[in-house]
């Protein structure tokens, strides 16, 4: 098995990810790039729950062997945590009078919520009132990275999870596909997220599936609202993609690969599909309309390894990590993650 530790402990793995061991990580106190939040560190919990890593991990391979697109599922769900009133497990809160972050628009097709709940109910038998389900998500998106042949980089924990979950809050924070570049820039920025983060983030594409309704009247039928397809997609792909998504069909839940030549693997093959006008949603090809994230773009999609790619994602996932985090005595560590809201 080859490994390589990069500067930012980066762990890359040959093997292919199901049989790919856990890697130990280092002791508490290492500290990864970036400014340190407070409260957070690597192996926060090595003292009170040491198999906390270990633990989530199995769960991940059992589901992702039972189900490959639970993976980019829980991936997508770390992002519609931490934007959203920061990292803090929000998300999974329940709201009886349906206003919570759950209910809102851009939660629309998120899935995770029994999976992180099932890690949570293992964990707790480990280590009761330990463990945050902020860091469960947090943890459960690098093992999803992981296991699609993605790096398995170090994750910060030590958060806490909130108690407050508004729908406005993600009507508000989350950026919609449709979105172009200097908002996607605006929403990142908000968070205290930049460019590269912008545009390294959004390599997550490279796995997972979308629906229909997410991008089909944007791209193919209505582009700019003058009924007509978007004249910057490849003309081939979007043949196929009007194949699969048919127009005047309202929530289309049809499911489109988003990297269709590796759905399920961690590769640079997003950045290849924006230079190659084949993304699926207009705030994935926005990444050409800034000279910064466009020159990152047409960095990856040359590159010859994904190593730059994955060094800057480890550092690109502690960033959005590191978000509105709740530590030391602020926010609370509770048995179920889908507690009631309100
Ligand atoms: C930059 C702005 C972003 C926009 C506008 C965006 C939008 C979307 C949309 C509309 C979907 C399809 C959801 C569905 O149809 O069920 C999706 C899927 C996905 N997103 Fe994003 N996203 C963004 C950034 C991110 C980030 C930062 C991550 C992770 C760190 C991420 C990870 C994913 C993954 C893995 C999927 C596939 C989910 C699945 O297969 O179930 N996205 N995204």
């Known amino acids: 098995m080859a490994m390589r530790l990069l500067p930012v402990v980066v762990v890359f793995v040959a093997a292919t990810a199901s049989c790919r061991p856990a890697m130990a990580f280092p002791a508490t106190g290492m500290q ?44 997508r769900f770390m992002f519609h945590d931490c934007l959203v009133r920061g990292c803090d497990a929000s998300i999974m809160l329940v709201s009886q009078n349906k206003t919570g972050e759950r209910d809102a628009f851009p939660s629309y097709g998120l899935r995770g919520y029994d999976e992180i709940e099932q890690i949570k109910a293992k964990v707790e038998a480990a280590c009761p009132l330990t463990v945050s389900c902020a860091d469960i998500i947090a943890l459960a998106a690098r093992d999803a990275v992981f296991l699609s042949n993605g790096p398995r980089y170090a994750v910060e924990t030590g958060r806490r999870d909130g108690k407050m979950s508004f729908n406005i809050d993600a009507n508000n924070d989350l950026p919609p596909p449709s979105s172009n570049i200097v908002d996607l820039k605006t929403y990142f920025s908000v968070k205290g997220l930049g ?95 800034d000279r910064w994230t466009r020159a990152y773009v047409e960095r990856m999609a040359a590159a010859a390894s994904p190593g730059e790619f994955f060094a800057d994602y480890a550092v690109a996932m502690t960033n959005m990590g590191r978000i509105e985090v709740l530590t030391g005595d602020n926010g609370e560590i509770r048995k179920t993650c889908a507690a009631q809201a309100d």
Not at 46 to 59: H, I, K, R, T, W
Not at 218 to 243: I, M
Not at 260 to 287: K, M
Request: aromatic share 10%.
């Open 32 to 75: 990864l790039p970036g400014l340190p939040v407070a409260g957070l560190a690597v192996g926060f919990y090595n003292e009170s729950c040491p198999q906390v890593e270990e633990l989530v991990l199995a769960e991940m391979r059992a589901f992702v062997a039972k189900d490959w697109t639970i993976g980019p599922a829980l991936l």
């Open 195 to 289: 460019w590269k983060d912008l545009v390294v983030l959004s390599g997550s594409h490279t796995i997972g599936r979308a629906q229909c309704s997410t991008f089909a009247a944007d791209r193919l039928y209505n582009f700019s609202g003058k009924l007509e397809q978007d004249p910057s997609l490849n003309k081939t792909y979007a043949a196929g993609l009007r194949e699969l998504c048919e127009p005047g069909v309202v929530n289309d839940t049809t499911p489109v690969a988003m990297d269709p030549s590796s759905p399920y693997t961690f590769d640079l093959g997003y950045y290849r599909d924006v230079v190659g006008n084949t993304s699926l949603f207009l705030s994935d090809q926005a990444l050409m309309d």
